[in-house]
């Protein structure tokens, strides 16, 4: 579904992401890790449509789509949440939802889609909070449910989380990896996962690719990728950060 071939992404004299090919289908979940500064958020930048790789193909369901517009990569299906999480000010939970449903609903017909959005709210747990003020009524475990119930609103074939675990505790912690899990399995969306706890990785996913000063260094199983030395040698001397 999703291939990239030889994505690179300079800033300046920086190359954050260095000839980069890789796949990801639906029925992936797939980890993307890397020490600080690897280019893992710049990779989904590139792939999301934020910003402009200098060289290499991305092509999503057979489309070419590096030069698309963000939200005609995100009508395709590619669905993604941010590191921060940016509610949109002023509007309730599920007018969040309703904008991100105008900007990129797959197969977008013009109509907000009411049954998709009453089904999110419910799975993400945001059901009874759908009338708070986004920005100012949502604890940090919500907030990150609501990063993941807008891309999920959009109806995506594809979703990339960067970093949604991060900062919650270890009971929240759990329970929104539970919801990782199932959101997987109940709306057959493919996953691609940024995110730097090895466990969590390890338990989520079945496949990890590993990023390095932006070159890619490993692809496979959790198990083969983190006893790979120049995997276990990047951790330790690694990366721009
Ligand atoms: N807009 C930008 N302008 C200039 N440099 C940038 C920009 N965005 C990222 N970089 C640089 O590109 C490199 C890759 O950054 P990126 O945020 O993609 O890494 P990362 O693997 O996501 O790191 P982390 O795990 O810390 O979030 C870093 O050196 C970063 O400073």
Redesign the pocket.
């Given at each position: 579904m999703l291939e990239l071939d030889n994505i690179t992404v300079r800033?300046?004299g920086?190359t954050?992401?260095d000839n980069v090919s890789l796949r990801a289908g639906s029925d992936d979940v797939l980890g993307l890790v890397?020490?600080?500064?690897?280019?893992?958020?710049?990779?989904f930048?590139a792939i999301s449509g934020l910003?402009r790789p200098a060289g290499g193909a991305i092509r999503f369901g057979g489309t070419n789509v590096v030069r698309a517009p963000m939200f005609r990569r995100a009508r395709l299906g590619i669905g993604r949440t941010f590191?921060i999480p940016q509610p949109l000010h002023g509007l309730t939970v599920r007018e969040n939802l309703v904008v991100a449903q105008r900007f990129g609903a797959a197969g977008w017909t013009g109509t907000v889609d009411e049954r998709r959005i009453a089904e999110v709210l419910e799975f993400t747990g945001l059901a009874d909070k759908a009338e708070r003020d986004a920005a100012t009524g949502l604890a940090l475990t919500e907030l990150k449910a609501l990063e993941v119930a807008k891309a999920l609103a959009t109806n995506p074939r594809l979703l990339l989380l960067?970093?949604v675990l991060a900062g919650l505790e270890t009971a929240a912690k759990r329970r929104f990896m539970e919801m990782l899990k199932d959101l997987h399995a109940r709306f057959g969306v493919g996953i691609v996962i940024?995110e730097?706890d090895i466990e969590t990785i390890a338990t989520l996913c079945r496949r990890v690719a590993v990023?390095n000063f932006?070159r890619l260094i490993a692809d496979g199983t959790p198990d083969a990728v983190f006893r790979d030395p120049e995997v276990m040698r990047s951790y330790v001397g690694g990366?721009?950060?």
């Open positions: 800033f300046g920086l954050a992401v890397g020490p600080n500064g690897a280019g893992k958020t710049t990779l930048n910003v590191q960067d970093e940024i730097h990023l932006g990366g721009h950060g």
